[in-house]
């Protein structure tokens, strides 16, 4: 009895979600009500408070799942592989799988809590490298890559005709590695020196 309850709340907390996804393509998180969520998924108001006592709370489940899907793609890989485009490429075929629940958690009604937890997410795999000791200009540049990463994510799932996820992920993957390289090599700019007055 008790797997055919779990089997029940799974599918109507499933059915909860994909009505909220629904709405918030038409409208942002904080405009929704409960009753909109329960008419258009044609449950009573009851069984979502079995489950949740607001909106957001179950916006919170949904993005916290998918943080949690990515956090799972970085932590798989170790060592020198995080490098590699394994990791980029293993984010995007799962935001590509997901697409439109991506594209909807990157938009304007999704608040962009997403792409701000994404960027400090890669922000932290790549910081937490073994062996590397990023510098504070690392620290900056890896920083100014992972913001970019959001943005990107959504023109490309917004493009019909797009290139696979690998291909996008070892372009990238090398834009970052020679450009990082580059960049971190840079030294501080040297004191200017004062004209001594006569």
């Given amino acids: 009895m008790p797997q055919k309850e779990n089997r029940r709340t799974a599918m109507t907390k499933k059915l909860l979600q994909n009505s909220l996804i629904d709405i918030l393509e038409k409208k942002p998180i904080h405009e929704i009500t409960i009753k909109e969520i329960c008419q258009n998924a044609d449950v009573n108001r009851s069984t979502f408070y079995r489950h949740y006592n607001t909106p957001r709370e179950l916006f919170d489940e949904i993005y916290n ?27 995007l075929s799962y935001c590509e799988k997901n697409r439109r629940l991506v594209l909807v958690l990157l938009s304007k009604n999704g608040e962009l809590n997403i792409g701000q937890s994404f960027s400090d997410l890669v ?26 990463m959001a943005n ?44 001594s007055s006569h």
């Fill in 152 to 195: 990107f994510i959504w023109t490309w799932l917004n493009t019909e005709d797009r290139l696979s996820a690998h291909t996008v992920a070892r372009g990238m993957m090398m834009l970052i590695n020679h450009g990082m390289n580059r960049a971190t090599r840079l030294t501080p700019d040297p004191e200017r020196q004062v004209p």
């Fill in 65 to 91: 799942a998918v943080y949690n899907d990515i956090l799972a793609i970085v932590s798989k890989i170790e060592g020198p592989a995080l490098s590699s485009p394994d990791v980029l490429a293993g984010i």
């Fill in 123 to 148: 922000t932290q795999a790549v910081l937490h490298t073994p062996h590397n000791y990023p510098s504070e200009l690392h620290m900056y540049i890896v920083q100014f890559m992972a913001a970019g």
